[in-house]
């Protein structure tokens, strides 16, 4: 089992930024991706990010160059930086770890954009 605790969230305005950290703890070994999904109000969950053991990145559409999604397989943390944040980014954030052919997801963190 992997347990995993997201921080970072909150209130920001147009145009702000915040960035989200994901710890990773229990059986952390050979953890492969790890990443973002979000789910905003009356809406499914949509990929954020997701980022590699080795370091390849992916993102979802038009979030690249806004987001930027980095890891530290030392300490087995995987962290979002947010940027131009705009109103539609307001959701839940979810971090999510890929092992073995499981999925292990946080329990969320609520960003809010409003001015």
């Known amino acids: 089992q992997v347990h995993l605790v997201e921080s970072g969230g909150g209130l920001v305005q147009p145009g702000g930024s915040l960035r989200l950290s994901c710890a990773a703890s229990g059986s952390i070994f050979s953890i492969d991706n790890m990443g973002w999904y979000r789910q905003a109000p009356g809406k499914g969950r949509e990929l954020v990010a997701y980022?590699?053991?080795?370091?390849?990145?992916n993102y979802g559409t038009s979030l690249k160059g806004r987001f930027t999604i980095s890891r530290d397989n030392a300490k087995n943390t995987v962290s979002l930086q947010m940027n131009s944040l705009k109103f539609e980014d307001t959701a839940v954030y979810y971090c999510?770890?890929?092992?073995?052919?499981?999925?292990?997801w946080g329990q969320g963190t609520q960003v809010t954009v409003s001015s």
């Open positions: 999510y770890a890929a092992q073995a052919g499981s999925i292990y």
């Open positions: 980022i590699t053991r080795s370091g390849t990145t």
